[in-house]
Structure formats: C-alpha cells, structure tokens
C-alpha cells in the first residue's frame, strides 16, 4: 500500500514530494476478468480487469529529498499538493501523507479530489471540501500569497476568481463525507475517517504513515 511505502520512505528520512497514481505501480501484471456492471449499447456483457496482487512500487524518485537537505519552495504535481506547500510555509514527511489522502480519494471516488491549476482556486476547493484554512496557518503564509486572502484572514473567493468557469468548478465540489459515502457504504466509515486525518490541513496533525497503518480502516479490513 501507499502509505506502508511511505512508512518506509520516511524512515529513512527520504520525503518523495511527488506521490500521484502515476508513480503507483503494481508489481504484478497478472488479473483476472470479472463481469462487468452495465451491457453495452450492442447488448454485449463488458467484463473489468481486477489485479490478482495489490503489491505496488513506487517511482520515480527524481524529486525526493532527504528531510535535512534544502527543501525547494514547490513541490508535489499539483493536484496533490499540500496546502502548507502553496501557502509558502515550508514542508516534510506531512507533505506526502496530504498526497496519499488526494490518491485514495481518487481511487475512491474515480476523479481527481482538487482538478485545478490556479492557486487561489485550489485554496477555495480545499474549503469547499474540508472547511475553512486555519487562521493561524493564513497569518504565517508568505507574503507573496497575500493576494489569496482578505483582511489577513479570509480567503479571497469567489471576488478573486480568475473566470466564471473557476467559480463553477469549485461549486460543483462537495463536503469530503458526501464525496466518499456515494461510493462505499456505511461498513467503510472509518474511510471517512482516514482521509479527514490524512487532509488536514496543519501538517503538525496530519496523520503519520505509521499513524495512517495502524487506522481501524486497515484493521478492518483484515478482520
């Protein structure tokens, strides 16, 4: 799993930056066919590929750092970067932890959580999502994100949206809980449960990959 490589890399003090589906590979090319949900147009019955192995490996570590080296001022793919990344307040091992959170999401639920490319944008789809940024987490921002926030303390959303479209795009997002209750049933509340600690938005309470492990959602699912 994602985050049992992430353990690993982050007891080595190696932070990967740059988690995505991407970089997720299985070991195994191996599957096996099962039936498929719906017939298609010319009656045919599809059938869907599911993995004999869920062992992975993670690539491309062109980006990793050790947690004592210098630390560039961006990292991760956007769609899975962490807020305390955008915000210009530095980052380590909790960056990775925020991107594992966005990968289940998507495995979840089959889209992107944030698809966006504009950075007051991906602010305001954070919000939409979890809730408001912490103001402590806003005071310490970089100066160069000031034109993100009104008065120091609230986000700059919808008057600093870039187009009508970015104003759409964010409303079409929903709370986190309703997003991931449409694809699994009440048996996987503790998923819920999961990625709200896995996206928090101050990495100093982000879950830790041995925190994330030892979630009942794993323990559940070996029961």
Known sequence: ??????HNMHDLRLIH???KPENILLVSSEFIKLPGYKRSSSGEMPFRCLPKSSAIKLID????????QNHS???STRHYRAPEVILGLGWSYPCDMWSVGCILVELCTGEALFQTHENLEHLAMMERALGPLPEHMIRRASRGTEKYFRRGSRLNWPEGAVSRESI???????????????HVDRARSTLTDLLHGLLRYDPSERLTARQALNHPFFRNLNE
């Open 1 to 6: 799993m994602t985050k049992a490589a992430a």
């Open 17 to 19: 930056t740059d988690l």
């Open 61 to 68: 570590f062109g980006s990793t750092a050790f947690d004592n």
């Open 73 to 75: 001022s961006i990292v």
């Open 168 to 182: 759409k795009a964010v409303k079409k997002l929903d709370r986190l809980k309703n997003m991931v209750s449409l």
